[in-house]
């Protein structure tokens, strides 16, 4: 990889507390991630201040860059959004941020912290994050155009033919006898709506006489979706409906069919669908070609039953998990 600076996860939890932000690691781990995909790592990139991109500190003689300030306020940036401030505000800040972890590093490798074996482990173990992140973002190449996307959004809509939504208002509180007592109370002519503002717990739809406006069936838990799609229009629950919040009484309005979503509005919903069907494929490719088996050691829990065990090994091998050495 390059030599370019990175820094530690510790030292953006100091860069948070001082300017108010959190920067996660992986932020980091995506620049990791361009530099290691763009660049030879046989070849580090030689380090050298110009005009553009001058040297803004000395750490026992290692430099540090404008661009290095750069790469650490753009991560904060991508985290913190329109809050973050400006970048000459804290320049200096993140200047003083990096110096500190380059005196760190410098220490520890004084030290000869770096071939430890705990470290040695975390360093293999983050390097194989950073290869499959970016084997899992080479997958994702493309994808999102409109192109490839819209196949997805044909499907959705052609999914969504015939399906209905309904409006409706409900009532809730806590008790059944309470649930009953208002059923009556509206039977014997009180409005809906009147009882809904006054006795209703959810305050949200209470407030504007329980109405839900449209909704489809599985927007709402089984058992209030269940009885009030099976509600004629106008119709009204004669018993309380029972759910996690309390009892419902529930009275439909109206119905229509589903407009599908347009297209830029699911876009980012489609992106992901393509990307864990790409993700999905590949890997179901790499087990078929992975001979992939699982082994019944002592002191670990049984082989998972033959369904799981299928989807975690080749079909070929998934009968083939080897047994647990004799004692």
């Known amino acids: 990889m390059a030599s370019r600076y990175v820094i530690p996860a510790v030292v953006l939890a100091i860069v948070a507390g001082g300017i108010g932000f959190w920067v996660a690691k992986?932020?980091?781990?995506?620049?990791?991630?361009?530099?290691?995909t763009a660049t030879d790592p046989a070849v580090p990139a030689p380090r050298v201040a110009t005009a553009a991109n001058p040297k803004v500190a000395d750490v026992g003689g290692e430099m540090i860059l404008k661009s290095d300030v750069e790469q650490l306020y753009n991560a904060i940036k991508q985290r913190a959004g329109a809050q973050a401030p400006a970048q000459d505000e804290v320049f200096w800040m993140l200047v003083d941020q990096i110096v500190a972890s380059r005196l760190?590093?410098?220490?520890?490798?004084?030290?000869?912290?770096?071939?430890?074996a705990e470290v040695q482990a975390a360093v293999k173990m983050a390097t194989e994050q950073i290869v499959q992140e970016a084997y899992v973002q080479?997958?994702?190449?493309?994808?999102?155009?409109?192109?490839?996307l819209k196949p997805l959004y044909d499907q959705m809509v052609e999914s969504m033919k015939g399906q209905q939504e309904i409006r409706a208002r409900h009532i809730l509180v806590a008790d059944e006898a309470?649930?009953?007592?208002?059923?009556?109370?509206?039977?014997?002519?009180?409005?809906?709506e009147d009882v809904a503002k006054a006795e209703s717990i959810d305050t949200g739809s209470g407030a504007n006489g329980g109405d839900l406006d449209y909704f489809s069936k599985d927007a709402m838990v089984p058992e209030f979706g269940t009885v009030a799609f099976a509600l004629s229009d106008g119709q009204m629950t004669q018993t309380p409906v029972k759910t996690q919040f309390g009892y419902h009484i529930i009275k439909v309005e109206g119905r229509r069919a589903v407009t599908p979503?347009?297209?830029?509005?699911?876009?980012p919903q489609l992106v992901a669908r393509a990307q864990q069907e790409k993700l999905q494929s590949v890997i179901s490719t790499l087990r078929a070609q992975g001979n992939v088996k699982l082994v019944a050691a002592e002191g670990v829990p049984a082989l998972p039953p033959d369904q799981l065990l299928q989807n975690m090994v080749a079909p070929s091998a998934a009968g083939e998990a080897t047994p647990a050495p004799a004692q």
């Open 26 to 36: 992986d932020d980091i781990v995506t620049t990791a991630i361009a530099e290691a």
């Open 104 to 116: 760190i590093i410098q220490a520890a490798t004084k030290d000869n912290l770096q071939s430890t």
């Open 138 to 148: 080479s997958l994702f190449k493309g994808l999102d155009t409109d192109a490839n």
């Open 178 to 192: 309470k649930a009953v007592e208002l059923i009556k109370k509206i039977n014997d002519g009180a409005k809906f």
């Open 261 to 267: 979503p347009k297209f830029e509005d699911v876009k």
